[in-house]
């Protein structure tokens, strides 16, 4: 059932027209075959005026009234009738056109015996006249009922769908509030002692090493709480405005980044001001990820931070010089070069990272210079 319902949608309206009016037409020839020319005439023009149903219901029912008229059970008004009813909401309408075809069906049947008796059978032809006009009005107005309620079906299910996203919203609203209080409540804690522990270290220390090494250490716990505060918010904004109020990091903090970073970098070069916000923080990013896989994988090697412009395209290049010291063992989630080519994806530009024949590393980030 389902499958024929899928058929006879995917056929075009014009072709069902076009069917209904060679049935029309057939059920005229064969029982007004010998009808004089203006009843084939009158009857031609309601077959005819099928093809315009959609449109102008009411219209080709009055046009297929004399095909009532000629035939008792006729195609053209029947088709006129369910037509009208699918269409209109009006039962008034409605209920004058099954009247008005039951009395065109039953006029020419005898009305009296020649002597003022109306004759029983005006009657029964009239009842028959009339159940047979109301049937194609009623199943057109279950046709039309079906169709409201398939759409109100459609909208209980799309509010549905709403109400459900709409609870997976808060579910996930609540699950990052969660995280927010954890990274909250565990990291930072764990990350202040550290900050605190690295201040006492860099006042009780005797050597200038030493102390240069608390103070960085100590530097980059400070900057990580930023982050910390930063990420916190975000994951607690339900919305645009708490993300917006957030301060991003840009070009200007480039400096300050090479200067905390732990590693002897160098920063050159410049970029013009007309850099978007999304690109800036993608150029902040990288640096920062490349200056951290220095201090991690490569001790005591030295690192260029290169700004460059290449025609429509703006990019940073990080190289370091190979470690001079034994790598210790860090622990890694070995994302953050992924993470890095996602973010240059989004911004239509490429990543590319990887050893250098000195034996260093170097890390090169291209994006278009407009990307907001």
Known sequence: MTSARTLWKRVPAPVVDLAV??????????????????SLALAALGCAALAFRRRFPFTVFVLSLPATLLQEVAVAPLVALFS??????DRRLLAACVAASAVVGSIAGPYDDGQGIVQPMTFVAFAYSLATA??????????????????????????????????????????????????????????????VQAGALQVAAKDAETKEAARTIRSL?????????????????????????????????????????????????????????????????????????????????????????????????????????????????????????ERAEILHGSLEAGPTLEGGYRVRLRIPLTTD
């Not at 995280?179 to 990350?191: C, G, I, K, N």
Request: glycine share 6%; hydrophobic share 40%; charged share 20%.
């Open 221 to 341: 716990c400070v900057t990580t709480l930023d982050e910390l505060r930063t990420m916190v918010t975000l994951l607690r904004a339900s919305g645009g405005r708490a993300t917006e109020l957030t301060p991003q990091p840009t070009l200007a903090d480039l400096h300050k980044l090479v200067a905390s970073s732990g590693t002897q970098a160098h920063l050159t070069g410049e970029l013009p001001a007309t850099v978007g916000t999304p690109a800036q923080r993608t150029l902040y990013r990288t640096v920062q990820e490349a200056l951290t896989n220095v201090r991690k994988h490569a001790p005591g090697a030295t690192a260029t931070v290169e700004l460059w412009q290449d025609g429509e395209d703006v990019g940073v290049t990080v190289t370091n010089t190979p470690p001079t010291r034994p790598v210790l063992p860090l622990p890694g989630s070995q994302q953050g070069l992924v993470g890095l080519r």
């Open 21 to 38: 009016v060679a049935v029309a037409t057939m059920d005229m020839l064969l029982n007004l075959w010998d009808a004089s020319q203006l």
């Open 84 to 89: 009208l009813a699918e269409r209109s909401r």
């Open 134 to 195: 109301a049937a194609p009005v009623l199943f057109g107005q279950l046709v039309q009922s079906q169709r409201d309620l398939a759409r109100r079906l459609v909208e209980v299910e799309d509010a549905k769908e709403h109400e459900r996203a709409l609870h997976a919203q808060a579910v996930l609203a609540h699950e990052r509030a969660q995280l927010a209080r954890e990274m909250h409540d565990v990291v930072s804690h764990q990350v202040s002692l550290i900050a």
